[in-house]
């Protein structure tokens, strides 16, 4: 194919890739360069200056109004397709209660629990479908366990995790059955969870750093970058702020 092209088009192809190869190489060549010289301390010095100049005077223009909650009833599956989504969801559980208890989740063809933080993640993520389910005993189970081995100081992992998948699972799940059912001992953890969660916001922008280690009470950024994944900055603060919200506490 390329002996049939007319002289002409072959050198404008070979001119096209050398210009591309050209400004790759040139483009590559200054990123490095800026980054070489940005200062240990370069973060947005001018938006931590913003920060000081605003926001304390709208914290402290807040009202501390604790958010009253209502518990709700579920009513019991009234055909075949509801039926047949509660049996799917008690079969998993019975297999998660059997093999993996306490544990964050199971691995279903090995039968072996998975640690990821160390604070019954399934448990926690899963107890407000229970109660919609209305799989009462279940539901149950799931409290107690909340309410008497929920422990980030005895049971949490010691390393580092990401603050994210924390935030959104476990103070997430929290919420969620605090909102359906009113019950204390949810926003009891809640509380406890978040007090924890919020060392990542003590940074010079207020932005939180990606990951945590909850035995430790430490905050880390990433690893392999210096930047925050704005995603995992914005939908965090839905968690906190309905956490701020219900508990009256700013």
Same mark, same amino acid.
């Given at each position: 194919?390329?002996?049939?092209?007319?002289?002409?088009?072959?050198?404008?192809?070979?001119?096209?890739?050398?210009?591309?190869?050209?400004?790759?190489?040139?483009?590559?060549?200054?990123?490095?360069?800026?980054?070489?010289?940005?200062?240990?301390?370069?973060?947005?010095?001018?938006?931590?200056?913003?920060?000081?100049?605003?926001?304390?005077?709208?914290?402290?223009?807040?009202?501390?109004?604790?958010?009253?909650?209502?518990?709700?009833?579920? /009513?019991?599956?009234?055909?075949?397709?509801?039926?047949?989504?509660?049996?799917?969801?008690?079969?998993?559980?019975?297999?998660?209660?059997?093999?993996?208890?306490?544990?964050?989740?199971?691995?279903?063809?090995?039968?072996? *629990?998975?640690?990821?933080? &160390?604070?019954?993640?399934?448990?926690?993520?899963?107890?407000?479908?229970?109660?919609?389910?209305?799989?009462?005993?279940?539901?149950?189970?799931?409290?107690?366990?909340?309410?008497?081995?929920?422990?980030?100081?005895?049971?949490?992992?010691?390393?580092?995790?990401?603050?994210?998948? %924390?935030?959104?699972?476990?103070? &997430?799940?929290?919420?969620?059955?605090?909102?359906?059912?009113?019950?204390?001992?949810?926003?009891?953890?809640?509380?406890?969870?978040?007090?924890?969660?919020?060392?990542?916001?003590?940074?010079?922008?207020?932005? *939180?750093?990606?990951? %945590?280690?909850?035995?430790?009470?430490?905050?880390? &950024?990433?690893?392999?970058? /210096?930047?925050?994944?704005? /995603?995992?900055?914005?939908?965090?603060?839905?968690?906190?702020?309905?956490? /701020?919200?219900?508990?009256?506490?700013?």
């Amino acid at each position: 194919y390329w002996r049939q092209l007319h002289r002409q088009q072959r050198l404008f192809i070979i001119a096209i890739v050398l210009l591309c190869l050209f400004i790759y190489i040139g483009y590559r060549s200054h990123g490095a360069e800026k980054m070489k010289k940005l200062p240990e301390d370069y973060h947005r010095q001018e938006v931590v200056k913003e920060k000081q100049a605003w926001q304390r005077k709208k914290i402290e223009q807040i009202e501390s109004n604790k958010v009253k909650v209502q518990k709700r009833i579920f /009513s019991n599956p009234i055909n075949e397709r509801q039926i047949a989504v509660r049996d799917a969801m008690r079969h998993a559980w019975k297999a998660y209660r059997t093999y993996a208890w306490g544990y964050d989740e199971l691995q279903p063809i090995s039968k072996a *629990p998975s640690i990821w933080f &160390g604070i019954g993640l399934t448990i926690v993520d899963c107890i407000d479908t229970l109660y919609i389910m209305n799989m009462t005993e279940e539901y149950n189970d799931a409290r107690e366990w909340i309410a008497t081995s929920f422990d980030c100081d005895a049971n949490s992992v010691d390393k580092f995790n990401s603050h994210f998948e %924390i935030t959104i699972r476990i103070l &997430g799940g929290l919420l969620s059955i605090y909102h359906l059912t009113g019950d204390e001992i949810f926003l009891k953890r809640a509380v406890e969870l978040g007090d924890r969660l919020l060392i990542n916001f003590n940074t010079p922008t207020g932005l *939180p750093l990606a990951e %945590i280690n909850l035995k430790r009470k430490a905050a880390s &950024g990433y690893r392999w970058t /210096s930047d925050s994944a704005l /995603s995992e900055v914005g939908t965090v603060q839905l968690e906190m702020r309905d956490l /701020s919200r219900i508990s009256g506490d700013q």
